[in-house]
């Protein structure tokens, strides 16, 4: 079918993958279940380990065959089943990182009997050698007082002192907490922030993401934003809606932002 970019389809990952063409899709950008008992409207979150282990290998099948030759997967889990589906993942991948994002959860105390977990686990995967990757489009600048104290001749002229440093592979991102602007009604939702570095990293400009679990649509929105195409699902169709309004939302941001760019343009002729 050839309607199939920019949607999100209100159905299941496994029932409606075929609508995707193989090798058509340059980037997987998964946020599945963790395997908590979390509340999504469903029982998609209610698995016991080995079903869910198992449930984790029938996407994985039928979504790795979407990517291109030299396409990305990142996907979001929790330490509890990181390792087994990271085996999975590398019977059929090249691994490239094991992201930690700091959720930045405040000392609140926890429980008694372990160390409080604050962060959840993040796998980037490759399917080639050759896979698509900008770092200059995720590099984060240096301060003016870092930019200073290199300021020797050595230092003259240093593309990475002017265009910023490579993310590490800890990324210290606040979850979005009930007052934050970001925050929508799903319950696990992910911070723009983290989706549109993945998108600029390891989609090129054009290109196609697939989200298997929109949830909240976070990858959609950041992929619009990005100049990206982009196609998911999503089982929910309370969540359908709400990745519907996000989008009708920065739509028409973004026709604002073009009005008021016109008219500073205008204004700035006339002068």
């Not at 299941?12 to 395997?35: E, H, K, N, Q, W």
């Not at 080995?50 to 996907?75: E, F, R, T, V």
């Not at 570095?197 to 989609?203: E, L, V």
Request: hydrophobic residues 40%; charged residues 25%; glycine residues 6%.
């Amino acid at each position: 079918m050839s309607d199939w970019r920019n949607r999100v389809f209100c159905e299941d990952a496994l029932a409606g993958m075929a609508r995707i063409p193989d090798a058509s899709v340059d980037l997987i950008i998964a946020d599945p279940p963790y395997g908590l008992g979390k509340d999504y409207g469903n029982d998609s979150d209610k698995l016991d380990a080995d079903a869910y282990l198992q449930w984790m290998q029938q996407w994985i099948d039928a979504a790795l065959p979407k990517l291109k030759s030299n396409g990305s997967l990142y996907i979001f889990l929790t330490w509890r089943y990181s390792p087994e589906i990271f085996v999975m993942l590398k019977k059929r991948m090249t691994m490239i990182n094991e992201i930690v994002w700091d959720r930045r959860v405040p000392s609140m105390g926890g429980s008694t009997r372990r160390f409080s977990s604050v962060h959840d686990t993040i796998g980037f995967f490759a399917n080639a050698r050759d896979y698509y990757f900008d770092l200059d489009a995720v590099r984060i600048p240096y301060d003016a007082e870092t930019k200073k104290a290199r300021s020797r001749s050595i230092f003259v002229g240093a593309k990475w002192l002017e265009i910023g440093y490579n993310p590490k592979d800890v990324w210290s991102v606040s979850r979005l907490h009930r007052e934050h602007r970001e925050r929508a009604d799903h319950p696990t939702q992910k911070p723009l922030e983290i989706v549109t570095r993945m998108i600029k990293a390891s989609c090129p400009p054009g290109g196609v993401v697939l989200d298997p679990f929109m949830g909240s649509g976070t990858t959609a929105v950041a992929a619009r934003a990005c100049g990206r195409d982009f196609t998911g699902f999503e089982l929910n169709p309370d969540y359908c809606a709400l990745i519907r309004s996000r989008l009708d939302a920065l739509d028409a941001e973004t026709a604002v932002s073009g009005i008021e760019q016109q008219e500073k343009l205008r204004a700035s002729s006339a002068s």
